[in-house]
């Protein structure tokens, strides 16, 4: 009988006792309210109609510091992301499929972005946990150069928001309830289920690594 994300993570919770699971960090996603503010580079209070038409172009939000989520439209518009002042690119759906974002290194050469594209589809039975570290080292190393980071994948809710929490869990070590409703915040993230479990499952390893 095939085992399912859900076997695995009720047999996770058998070691230790407080251990985050997937309902816990299911539950932190429901319910951590998004709190929508003005598009970055966009000023709300301008009446124009083209003006107007630019913003529904773009699909992004600052969910910390230095780091934007976004769409793969928001992804191709160069000239928004230079002038809002976007120096590194994460696609975290890089590839030509259905469910993924043709997009490489030579895309952004013109502009002078930082490029990193990591293959993942958005799909439970997916490892995204393998690009955990990348991911964080490439988001990190653009912050401390004092530069901004665009994750994105398709839509902007599950396989870039992933990365970006185990970001927030690595680097800034904040719980993987805490990095959750900090970006919940600021965008309606909504990573699949197995994408969940992972963060709890590193969640545990750095809880472990920290006592």
Same mark, same amino acid.
């Given at each position: 009988?095939?085992?399912?994300?859900?076997?695995?993570?009720?047999?996770?919770?058998?070691?230790?006792?407080?251990?985050?699971?997937?309902?816990?960090?299911?539950?932190?996603?429901?319910?951590?309210?998004? /709190?929508?503010?003005? =598009? %970055?580079?966009? $000023?709300?209070?301008?009446? !124009?109609?083209?003006? +107007?038409?630019?913003?529904?172009? &773009?699909?992004?939000?600052?969910?910390?510091?230095?780091?934007?989520?976004?769409?793969?439209?928001?992804?191709?518009?160069?000239?928004?992301?230079?002038?809002?002042?976007?120096?590194?690119?994460?696609?975290?759906?890089?590839?030509?499929?259905?469910?993924?974002?043709?997009?490489?290194?030579?895309?952004?050469?013109?502009?002078?972005? /930082?490029?990193?594209? =990591? %293959?993942?589809? $958005?799909?439970?039975?997916? !490892?995204?946990?393998? +690009?955990?570290?990348?991911?964080? &080292?490439?988001?990190?190393?653009?912050?401390?150069?004092?530069?901004?980071?665009?994750?994105?994948?398709?839509?902007?809710?599950?396989?870039?928001?992933?990365?970006?929490?185990?970001?927030?869990?690595?680097?800034?070590?904040?719980?993987?309830?805490?990095?959750?409703?900090?970006?919940?915040?600021?965008?309606?993230?909504?990573?699949?289920?197995?994408?969940?479990?992972?963060?709890?499952?590193?969640?545990?390893?750095?809880?472990?690594?920290?006592?």
């Amino acid at each position: 009988m095939k085992t399912t994300w859900r076997d695995r993570d009720r047999d996770f919770q058998k070691p230790l006792d407080g251990e985050t699971t997937l309902s816990t960090l299911s539950r932190a996603l429901i319910a951590t309210p998004v /709190q929508h503010a003005a =598009l %970055p580079g966009f $000023d709300m209070d301008r009446d !124009d109609p083209q003006y +107007y038409r630019l913003q529904q172009e &773009v699909d992004c939000a600052v969910v910390y510091p230095g780091i934007l989520i976004g769409d793969a439209t928001t992804a191709k518009n160069k000239s928004y992301l230079k002038r809002i002042g976007v120096t590194h690119v994460l696609n975290t759906a890089e590839g030509t499929r259905f469910g993924f974002v043709p997009t490489n290194r030579d895309y952004y050469r013109d502009v002078g972005m /930082q490029y990193l594209g =990591l %293959p993942l589809a $958005d799909l439970p039975s997916v !490892d995204i946990s393998k +690009y955990f570290y990348t991911a964080a &080292v490439f988001i990190d190393d653009a912050i401390k150069s004092g530069g901004k980071v665009f994750v994105h994948c398709v839509m902007g809710i599950s396989r870039s928001a992933t990365c970006v929490i185990a970001y927030l869990m690595i680097k800034r070590h904040l719980l993987a309830e805490e990095a959750i409703r900090l970006v919940r915040k600021s965008r309606s993230i909504h990573p699949n289920e197995g994408f969940l479990y992972q963060l709890a499952r590193l969640d545990n390893q750095l809880r472990r690594h920290r006592l």
